[in-house]
C-alpha cells in the first residue's frame, strides 16, 4: 500500500532527501550526483519521486503524468540505474541497455559520469524525442512526492557476519 507524504512541515526537497538518506552515504552520494546530473541536462523536467517495496524512483517527465516518463533515476541497495520506461524502442547500436521486457529497459551507472558518454546521452536524446508530451522549454520542473510505501526492502546491503574458524 502506498501513502502519500502529507506533511505540511516538510518541503518536497526534505521529503526527498529523507528518501535518500535511507541508502548508505556512499549510496546516497551516488544518488545525488545522477540527480544533480539529469537536472542540468532536463532543467524543465518534473521529477515523480517514489520510493516503493523494490526501488526508490525519480521518473523525469514532461507533464505529471507518470506515463509521460521517459527516463528514471532507479536505486536500491545494490546501485543506481537509468532506466528508460520506454526502452524497448530505443536506437541502442552499442548494445548498453539491459533487461528483456516488453517494455523497460535499464544501464546501470557506476558514477554520474556514465550520464556524459556518447551512448547514454544517445539514448536519453532518443527517449526525450520519443516522449508523448515535449519538454517546455523553458522554465524548471516541479519536484512531487508521489508515493512512500510503509513497508520496504532494506535501503543498505546487511553485513556479512564475520567468520569463525
Do not use: W
Not at 108 to 130: F, H, K, N, W, Y
Request: charged share 25%.
Amino acid at each position: 500500500m502506498n501513502t502519500r507524504i502529507t506533511s505540511p512541515k516538510n518541503t518536497a526537497e526534505d521529503q526527498l532527501a529523507e528518501c535518500i538518506d535511507k541508502f548508505t552515504p556512499e549510496m546516497a552520494k551516488a544518488i545525488r550526483a545522477v540527480r544533480a546530473a539529469l537536472r542540468k541536462r532536463l532543467p524543465t523536467a518534473n521529477e515523480l519521486v517514489y520510493d516503493n517495496y523494490n526501488f526508490f524512483v525519480i521518473g523525469y517527465c514532461s507533464t505529471l503524468r507518470p506515463s509521460d516518463c521517459f527516463v528514471s533515476l532507479v536505486a536500491d541497495a545494490h546501485g543506481v540505474r537509468l532506466a528508460f520506461y520506454y526502452g524497448s524502442t530505443l536506437p541502442d547500436p552499442a548494445k548498453i541497455l539491459l533487461g528483456g521486457g516488453s517494455q523497460n529497459r535499464f544501464i546501470r551507472l557506476a558514477s554520474a559520469r556514465d550520464l556524459r558518454e556518447a551512448e547514454v546521452e544517445a539514448l536519453i536524446s532518443a527517449a526525450v524525442a520519443q516522449g508523448k508530451a515535449p519538454l517546455p522549454t523553458t522554465g524548471r520542473g516541479t519536484l512531487v512526492i508521489r508515493s512512500v510505501s510503509a513497508k520496504q526492502r532494506p535501503r543498505r546491503v546487511p553485513e556479512k557476519p564475520a567468520r569463525r574458524r
